[in-house]
């Protein structure tokens, strides 16, 4: 298979783990006899230092034409901490999520048996837990109508039907293929585009009747994820619900470096970790290449390479379990990123953990 990948590094941690996962990916292009084309672009911080754009036009041409795309963390606290810079690299993100369409924002939450010593939750509470949140990715406040005047600002949360049926189908779609259990978080007791989320799922759960489809406030949601995290199969929920919930459900496992997203529309599909630029870490070698490299075991699957796409899983979980972790899980005796990967890779060949 010959496959053509936009790399977006991005800021901060964003180029270590990226390169960690081209590695990988070059071992299974070898060891599967695939082609993989690797198109470097700049996005984030590092494209406003750059080029002074956070999504420069050659960006979103490289996007267009790939058949995927890999991002690594964009963000800058030179940027985070300056209320009225005017360009930001979270724009870049925003602007590509939007122009490829990319409306449905997939996050599964899965935990590792050898890692529980590290969730903030008392182990009894992790049995079973494996969800999957569908986060709605380019409406709702995060793109309305923004308003700044001398002594007010405003950010208007506008949802249309057509948003929410699209997102909903591959919800329900998806949980008819799991566990059949469907949970809208929302905030229908307080918000109008709430009510219309709930109006269009109960619509829509007549076309599933094997799913069974609950409902939760997004505030006792954000308490349900700590004290029974299990009840949840797939979580579908707007723009900035997604956001808040699937950082605090990426803890439940032990560190946010351990989860993989992917984004998709009708045409392209984006694949990054879901924790951010973690700037602090940047150039030491130290991040967690692992939400990458299990983003790219995603984006695998979507190839329709499945046995490559289990490999690398398997291979990410053998690491995790001979104790091959980075500082974020095993700080007294940490492995480097790269060392990470060359594990993960030396086990897809067949060879020693680390040589
Ligand atoms: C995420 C990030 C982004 C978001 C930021 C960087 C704009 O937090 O992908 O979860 O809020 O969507
Ligand atoms: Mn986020």
């Known amino acids: 298979m010959k496959k053509s990948i936009a790399i977006l590094r991005g800021d901060g941690v964003g180029p270590e783990v990226v390169d960690v996962a081209i590695k990988v990916l070059d071992v299974i292009s070898e060891k599967y006899g ?133 997102i909903s189908r591959l919800a329900f779609t998806e949980a008819s293929r799991r566990r059949h259990k469907l949970c809208l978080v929302d905030k229908a007791n307080v918000l109008e585009s709430s009510r219309l989320w709930r109006e269009v799922v109960q619509t829509m759960s007549k076309d599933f009747p094997e799913v069974d489809v609950s409902y939760l406030f997004v505030d006792n949601a954000a308490m349900q994820l700590i004290l029974n995290p299990s009840q949840f199969d797939v979580i579908l929920t707007s723009n900035m619900f997604g956001d808040i919930l699937s950082d605090e459900a990426s803890i439940l496992g032990g560190s946010i470096g351990l989860l993989p997203s992917a984004s998709f529309g009708t045409s392209h599909r984006l694949y990054e970790p879901v924790h951010g630029s973690y700037p602090q870490a940047a150039g030491k070698d130290i991040a967690n290449p692992v939400a990458t490299v299990l983003s790219v075991a995603m984006m695998l699957r979507d190839f329709g390479l499945t046995e490559e796409a289990d490999a690398l899983e398997a291979a990410v979980g053998f690491c995790i379990d001979c104790g091959i972790t980075t500082e974020d899980i095993n700080p007294d005796n940490p492995n480097k990123c790269s060392e990470v990967g060359t594990a993960i890779c030396n086990v897809l060949i067949g060879e020693k953990l680390l040589t």
Do not use: W
């Open 34 to 166: 695939h082609t993989f084309e690797y198109r470097p672009a700049l996005m984030g911080g590092i494209a406003i230092d750059t080029v002074g754009d956070p999504l420069p036009e050659e960006t979103i041409e490289i996007c267009k034409v790939c058949d995927a795309v890999l991002l690594g963390a964009i963000g800058d606290p030179k940027f985070d901490n300056n209320p009225s810079a005017t360009v930001r690299p979270e724009q870049g993100l925003l602007k590509l999520r939007k122009t490829l369409g990319l409306f449905a924002n997939v996050r599964p939450v899965k935990l590792y048996a050898a890692l529980k010593h590290l969730s903030p939750l008392k182990e009894e509470k992790l049995v079973g837990v494996d969800m999957v949140i569908y986060r709605e990715l380019t409406g709702g406040i995060y793109f309305g109508k923004k308003e700044k005047s001398e002594d007010s600002a405003s950010d208007l949360c506008l949802y249309t039907r057509k948003e929410i049926i699209r």
